[in-house]
């Protein structure tokens, strides 16, 4: 009787030993796991076109996978979760969803390819809910200003109806959606909505629109205060109280470093390659400085007009410094991609300090250096851009 005992607690114990090993084994194959979410769905007729998912990062937009859709139009991803709330895109072509992956695991979409950004469900969290209203109603402002700038009606009454349709935009914005919960994605996702490619919300110089960027980032920095989102959110606040505090009079002081010897303002920044290319590089040369942004409507037939400047007028010694205010990084590589003269990049947008040192106050903006870097001619409606050029040549 003795030995039975013993014989079935040593198989007992064995038995135990290999659930132990395997449970333990099953518990580090978990953990190896990288947690992830789901973005899956339907997109009908668009059989053949590929469906890319997009991190939408403070970088810029990074391609993250992509898949060829077949004519049921299904999809499924996994991609490595975020430590904290943050920002992707479905795109097919130039058609854009937007949605933040926060508490939830997994994004379901369902759109056609002919009305892919404006009518789509989407379901996985009430925040995405939001940002699809929040897009539908820029998507709405941002076609009452094209038909505005489309009217015919004279440039100073357009300009100030644009202004007035920002102004309720904003106002419908701000109690709607930021100061309503300041601490939910959608709050955050709504300060930096842009029109025409530039911010909606001014961090930096508007004093009630800092505002909102604090409440934002007080409430993410109470929930996340490890999150680069919150601590870049944080330091844009802490730049805009500063400046909102300068008087507006105050003159614009220029660094020392920025003034050359010669009459014109250094600009040195980078093109899509990551070099930097500085303005008086070009002594010698006849340059257009030209300042635009690729997302505005105008920018196309412009490109065109300055390719056959180019075209006629590179070999006698013409460049063109073509300074991109547009704030999407992704977008500026792929619209001056194949452009064949200098193309840089201010990060900062319409608050570039290039932009104040020399005067833009609308784009595109354009100027004329001749050959020994002096700055001669800035551009207007009126400028017959070719006899100028013609004569500094």
């Not at 933040?100 to 925040?127: A, H, P, R």
């Amino acid at each position: 009787m003795q030995n039975l005992f013993l014989n079935f607690d040593i198989k007992g114990m064995i038995k135990k030993s290999y659930i132990s090993v395997f449970l333990l084994a099953m518990g580090f194959t978990a953990c190896d796991q990288e947690p992830v979410f789901n973005v899956e769905g339907e997109i009908s007729g668009a059989d053949g076109k590929t469906l890319f998912v997009e991190h939408s990062s403070m970088n810029g937009v990074l391609k993250v996978d992509s898949v060829k859709l077949g004519d049921k139009g299904d999809f499924s991803f996994s991609v490595s979760r975020p430590e904290a709330p943050d920002f992707y895109r479905l795109r097919i072509d130039d058609r854009v969803i937007n949605f933040v992956v926060d508490s939830t695991e997994t994004v379901n979409v369902k759109s056609d390819y002919g009305t892919f950004s404006s009518d789509y469900e989407i379901t996985g969290s009430e925040s995405n809910k939001k940002i699809k209203e929040l897009s539908l109603l820029l998507a709405d402002l941002q076609n009452k200003v094209n038909k505005l700038n489309n009217s015919g009606l004279p440039a100073g009454i357009a300009r100030d109806s644009v202004f007035r349709m920002i102004d309720r935009y904003k106002n419908t914005v701000k109690s709607e959606y930021i100061y309503k919960e300041p601490d939910k994605s959608y709050a955050y996702f709504a300060l930096f909505q842009q029109l025409n490619g530039f911010m909606i919300f001014d961090p930096f110089a508007s004093k009630e629109d800092v505002k909102c960027f604090a409440a934002v980032a007080t409430s993410l920095n109470n929930k996340y205060p490890h999150a680069d989102r919150s601590r870049n959110l944080y330091n844009m606040v802490i730049k805009g109280m500063k400046n909102t505090r300068t008087p507006q009079s105050k003159p614009l002081e220029i660094p020392k470093e920025m003034i050359t010897e010669t009459s014109i303002i250094d600009i040195p920044l980078k093109d899509i390659n990551g070099e930097t290319k500085h303005l008086t590089d070009y002594k010698g040369k006849v340059v257009l400085i030209d300042f635009t942004a690729y997302a505005t409507p105008e920018s196309g037939t412009r490109t065109l007009a300055l390719r056959e400047l180019y075209k006629k007028y590179s070999e006698q010694g013409l460049v063109i410094y073509q300074v991109s205010l547009d704030t999407d990084e992704h977008f500026w590589k792929t619209a001056c991609d194949n452009l064949p003269w200098v193309c840089v990049r201010d990060p900062y947008g319409v608050y570039s300090t290039y932009v104040k040192v020399y005067g833009v106050t609308a784009l595109p903006t354009a100027f004329l250096v001749n050959r020994d870097n002096e700055l001669v001619l800035r551009l207007d409606e009126k400028t017959n851009l070719e006899d100028e050029i013609k004569k500094l040549l």
